[in-house]
């Protein structure tokens, strides 16, 4: 299975200490290069930074299609843009990305996208985690937003 991620779910994820999780998705996790430099070099001292960098099973890849990197990036932040098209590249199998106008334009172009909370509820749907909300809980204490409304529509569709 091909899954690409950008750094808000890098981030995030090593925020709680459940980094792990990516890889009980695939064996490999891709990232764009931009994901790369604002997780580990960037984001230097913060969380995720060291734990990306030491992560054998996170692979940092270059894009090819620039031309496409510089059209989103007028729209979007460059790593949602370098994400999206790498996913593209690759064929990935998913593409899991927060921000919002990103995942609109990852499922304008036909790509399988979901945002971390989705990707919770994949994980729970493959048994690979027994609950959502323990995991959503921890993630809004370490600062990831998401409001009641949301929260609530992402529980039900987890069956909790």
Do not use: C, N
């Not at 990036?73 to 590249?89: D, N, P, Q, Y």
């Amino acid at each position: 299975m091909i899954v690409v991620v950008d750094s808000s779910v890098l981030i995030t994820l090593a925020r709680i200490g459940r980094l792990e999780l990516l890889h009980r998705t695939a064996d490999v996790i891709r990232v764009p290069e931009a994901v790369f430099v604002e997780v580990v070099q960037k984001g230097a001292g913060r969380p995720g930074s060291a734990e990306v960098a030491q992560a054998d099973w996170i692979l940092r890849q270059s894009v090819l299609d620039r031309t496409s990197v510089d059209q989103l990036s007028a729209r979007l932040g460059r790593g949602e843009s370098e994400a999206i098209v790498l996913a593209k590249e690759l064929g990935a199998d998913l593409l899991v990305i927060d921000d919002a106008a990103a995942r609109r334009v990852a499922e304008a172009g036909e790509q399988h996208v979901v945002g971390l909370p989705g990707w919770l509820i994949y994980l729970k749907q493959r048994g690979v985690v027994a609950a959502v909300k323990p995991l959503l809980d921890e993630m809004l204490a370490s600062g990831f937003y998401l409001d009641e409304q949301r929260y609530q529509l992402i529980l039900r569709r987890a069956g909790e």
